[in-house]
């Protein structure tokens, strides 16, 4: 009896190993066609582009707090969403910026934070 226990235990922990083992379903992203740094970069000499690229990371964060309105970011200026995203593509040039402004959601929310009681 111990032995079918110890085998069925050793099953579900081998199947939760697995799942963990999964990769992250990948993001939808929904908007520019281009979201990668170098559009980014480019977009910058052009106003209403770049202005459209804000407009669209503004909203993106719009969209961050209606879907977690315990992790709200707070408010926050377009120079600052700016500044952040040119930092992250220095970082990652082969990124995109749609990856930048998901980094700045998780600090600026506190989501990558330690959960406090």
Not at 59 to 69: D, I, Q
Not at 74 to 93: K, L
Request: aromatic content about 10%; charged content about 15%; glycine content about 8%.
């Amino acid at each position: 009896m111990a032995a079918a226990k110890f085998v069925r235990w050793l099953a579900v922990a081998a199947s939760s190993l697995s799942f963990a083992a999964l990769p992250a379903a990948a993001q939808n992203i929904l908007g520019f066609d281009d979201v990668s740094c170098a559009a980014w970069s480019a977009g910058k000499g052009d106003p209403d582009q770049h202005a459209a690229h804000v407009a669209w990371l503004r909203g993106f964060l719009s969209g961050h707090n209606y879907a977690l309105p315990r992790q709200q970011v707070s408010a926050i200026s377009s120079g600052t969403i700016e500044n952040f995203i040119n930092r992250y593509c220095q970082s990652h040039p082969a990124g995109s910026f749609a990856d930048g402004i998901m980094r700045l959601s998780d600090q600026f929310s506190g989501r990558n934070q330690p959960i406090r009681k």
